[in-house]
């Protein structure tokens, strides 16, 4: 199944609200805290998931962004 530009936007919004430092806010709220973030995010990557009809991986997602980016310097 295809992937529509604004869910692979999606996606890379999460994968990057999953790095360690924007999940824990660069040190500013608890573990706890992280975790429910954590989970709260997982949450929306399954339902993001359920929308494409598939797994997506956050590798995959980086992918996609790597070869935007080189798609973009290849047009100009």
Known sequence: MCVSQEQRNKFLGLCSELSP???????????TQARARE?????EWRQLEEEVGRKVTQDEVWDWELENRKTET???
Not at 21 to 31: A, F, P, R, T, V
Not at 39 to 43: A, L, M, S, T, V
């Open 21 to 31: 430092e924007n999940l824990c806010c660069d040190g500013e709220i608890s573990m």
């Open 39 to 43: 989970r709260q995010i997982k949450r």
């Open 74 to 76: 290849w047009r100009r």
